[in-house]
T-cell receptor, first 112, second 119 residues
Framework: DGGITQSPKYLFRKEGQNVTLSCEQN?????MYWYRQDPGQGLRLIYY???????QKGDIAEGYSVSREKKESFPLTVTSAQKNPTAFYLC???????????FGEGSWLTVV | AQKITQTQPGMFVQEKEAVTLDCTYD???????LFWYKQPSSGEMIFLIY??????QNATEGRYSLNFQKARKSANLVISASQLGDSAMYFC????????????????FGQGTILTVHP
């Protein structure tokens, strides 16, 4: 099955813990993105990567970190420095001449 | 200032009727792209339709069409023949500097419109 796979779907984190959200794609897309969505809101860009071993901060990067060691994978770590991490996290990839961005199914993170 | 404005928090439509979801945008770029996504309750974001700023024709994808009025900076989504499965949140988004591959792909999203289709 081709596509963008995010895991886990639901994750609970204790305060002070780091957690990592996985994003894997087999679409051979170069660019990958992480977005955050708060209830009833639009999406905001956390980090993006256009090629392997390169990534850039988005609008709300504080308290997050990423890596891009392989083309297929772009994991997001939510660190303890992120003061309000409870949200829905969406990974996306970019494809084609029209730069259409496609999204994974998302991961729900809740701090308990 | 808001770059993408969706003024309708919620919309209701009767099954088989057409509905228009409003979107206005603000940019000083000449090259940009406008997108509509559907987000059902499951959370995934489903790409619906794309309009480039230099496209002369309004985009259409099946039952979806984009009413692009460049001078008014509006990019309204029209859904024809609504179906119960169309009930979802709909987001308008813009990518600036959309010069056919040079943009890094950042999308700016509106607040969304919840569409409810009644039988």
């Amino acid at each position: 099955d081709g596509g963008i796979t995010q895991s886990p779907k639901y994750l609970f984190r204790k305060e002070g813990q780091n957690v990592t959200l996985s994003c894997e794609q087999n679409l051979n897309h170069d660019a990958m993105y992480w977005y955050r969505q708060d209830p009833g809101q639009g999406l905001r860009l956390i980090y993006y990567s256009q090629i392997v071993n390169d990534f850039q901060k988005g609008d709300i990067a504080e308290g997050y970190s990423v890596s891009r060691e392989k083309k297929e994978s772009f994991p997001l770590t939510v660190t303890s420095a992120q003061k309000n991490p409870t949200a829905f996290y969406l990974c996306a990839t970019r494809q084609g001449a029209r730069n259409t961005i496609y999204f994974g199914e998302g991961s729900w993170l809740t701090v308990v | 200032a808001q770059k993408i404005t969706q003024t309708q928090p919620g919309m209701f439509v009767q099954e088989k009727e057409a509905v228009t979801l409003d979107c206005t945008y603000d940019t000083s770029d000449q090259s940009y792209g406008l997108f509509w996504y559907k987000q059902p309750s499951s959370g995934e974001m489903i790409f619906l339709i794309y309009q480039g700023s230099y496209d002369e024709q309004n985009a259409t994808e099946g039952r979806y069409s984009l009413n692009f009025q460049k001078a008014r900076k509006s990019a309204n989504l029209v859904i024809s023949a609504s179906q119960l499965g169309d009930s979802a949140m709909y987001f308008c988004a813009m990518r600036e500097g959309d010069a056919g591959g040079t943009s890094y792909g950042k999308l700016t999203f509106g607040q969304g419109t919840i569409l409810t289709v009644h039988p």
